[in-house]
Structures are given as structure tokens and as C-alpha cells.
């Protein structure tokens, strides 16, 4: 029976750098392994990390078990591979998407759609929840709670709330369109195709994950930063002097052009993977 766990606020007294003297492992490399796909990254798993038995021992978790609910190790698992939450951020995110995913979809891709939006902001609200397993409990906690080491348990009708990989499937087929732009179902086996990408869909079956990026270091969280990133810059372009003269006016627009053609491209560095 699922145990609904209270949220709790952890101090963070630990610096990012105590990941690799603590954990074996940093946050650069997981999002590098997360990176990767399909039979290389297997091949990356097993011969950088000794397979999923070596990831599970540098993140200190335990795969039959999970974590415990030590508010101790969840505070150094935050300091070391998360970002601390921050409701403004989540909120500015979620009216980003709502008005600039429209006009990359006619400028750029046109496989982004509103599902994708959709998709970013239910994973980003606050009230949603998953189930986790700790000390041997499935708990229900807050998305924002979920740490590194944790394990997932993921079912059809989700959408992945942090990066992972599979320690169980039973039949998991995910939909990938709204980060990959691949329209087809895509089977996920501990052999053939492990990772599981954030803000993607469980459309059949169920299983298990071992999370290794959560928050902005996740994929979803990673363009979502670049969206922020070019709203950013288009406001401070938009507050130039309107008395300027008509040749500073004429740089301004090809300047405020030329940083959107940038982070577009680097948006369409993040989400095409093939």
C-alpha cells in the first residue's frame, strides 16, 4: 500500500563539490551518460561504470531497498546533484513555455506542439506527485523531493518526472516526440534501451527507474533553462532607448535576431539526438 510522505525542508550545508568524494560520481558525468542512447550508452554503463551494480554503488543506493528517509543523506544528495527549489523559478517557467513554445514551433520545429507544453508544465507543478521506494516503503512524495539514488516506481499514463535508468520493465513502451521528435513508440529493455528521459510518457506498461538527474540538470530541465535563457535577452534588447536613432535601432533588431537564431540552435542541439 502506498505510504504518502510529507514534504520536508532540508538545509543545505553541502557543497556541489563533495559529490565526487562522497558519491563516486559528479553531476557533469551523469548528465554524460544521460546523454547517450540505446547500445552505446549501454556499452558507456558497463565499461566507464561496471553496469548498473557499479552506478548503484557510487551513488550509495541500494537497488532491493532504495534510500532511507536520513534527512542527513537526502540534504548531501540535494547539495551534490540538484538545485534548491525555487517556486518563482517553476512559475516564470511554466508562462515561458505557455508564450514562447508557439513561436519556436513556427519558427523552427514543427513536430513541437502543445502537448509538449502540456507535458513541461504538468511535470514542473507543484502538487505533483510520485511514488518512490524508501527503506523498502513505496512513499508518495512531491516531484521537487525526488534526489539522485532515488528509485521510481513508473507506470502507464506518466510522464517522467527526473532522468534515469530502467532496474525493471515490464512491457515499458515511451513516447519520446516532445524531447526527440521520433513519433514511434519506443521500447525500453534493461539490454537494449535503458535510459528514460524527464517530461517523456509512459504509454504501456510498468517498471522501475534509478534516477541520476533531476531538476535543471535534468533534459527537460536543461531546455527549460535555455527558454528562460532567450526570454532573458530578448527583454533586455526590448528596453533599449526608443529615441535611438535609426541605425542603433536597425543593430538592436539584428543583434536580438542573431542571439534567438543562437539559442535556437543550441535548443535544437538539446533535442535531437539522432
Not at 17 to 29: L, N, P, T, V
Not at 61 to 69: H, K, P
Not at 145 to 156: A, F, L, N, S, T
Request: glycine share 6%.
Amino acid at each position: 500500500m502506498t505510504k504518502e510522505k510529507k514534504s520536508t525542508t532540508i538545509d543545505n550545508d553541502f557543497s556541489s563539490e563533495d559529490a565526487c568524494h562522497r558519491f563516486g560520481i559528479s553531476i557533469q558525468e551523469l548528465e554524460k551518460l544521460m546523454h547517450t542512447r540505446g547500445h552505446e550508452g549501454i556499452k558507456q554503463l558497463n565499461e566507464t561504470y561496471d553496469g548498473l551494480s557499479g552506478i548503484e554503488q557510487k551513488l550509495k543506493t541500494n537497488l532491493m531497498t532504495d534510500l532511507s528517509n536520513d534527512e542527513i543523506d537526502l540534504s548531501i544528495r540535494i547539495a551534490a546533484f540538484s538545485q534548491e527549489t525555487n517556486v518563482e523559478w517553476i512559475e516564470g517557467v511554466i508562462i515561458i513555455i505557455v508564450a514562447i513554445v508557439p513561436a519556436l514551433v513556427t519558427a523552427f520545429y514543427a513536430w513541437i506542439n502543445e502537448r509538449q507544453s502540456r507535458n513541461f508544465q504538468s511535470l514542473v507543478e507543484l502538487d505533483q506527485k510520485c511514488n518512490v521506494i524508501r527503506e523498502s516503503t513505496v512513499q508518495q512524495i512531491p516531484i521537487k523531493d525526488i534526489v539522485v539514488g532515488d528509485i521510481c516506481e513508473i507506470k502507464y499514463g506518466d510522464v517522467l518526472p527526473a532522468d534515469g535508468i530502467i532496474i525493471q520493465s515490464n512491457n515499458l513502451k515511451v513516447d519520446e516526440s516532445s524531447l526527440t521528435g521520433e513519433s514511434d513508440l519506443i521500447e525500453k529493455y534493461e539490454s537494449t534501451d535503458l535510459f528514460l528521459l524527464s517530461g517523456t510518457h509512459i504509454i504501456e506498461g510498468s517498471g522501475k527507474m534509478l534516477v541520476l538527474a533531476v531538476g535543471e540538470h535534468s533534459q527537460t530541465g536543461m531546455i527549460l533553462k535555455l527558454l528562460n535563457a532567450t526570454a532573458s535577452q530578448n527583454v533586455v534588447l526590448d528596453n533599449v532607448n526608443p529615441t535611438s536613432n535609426e541605425d542603433d535601432l536597425d543593430c538592436v533588431k539584428v543583434e536580438k535576431r542573431s542571439i534567438l537564431h543562437t539559442q535556437l540552435r543550441k535548443l535544437g542541439i538539446q533535442i535531437e539526438y539522432a
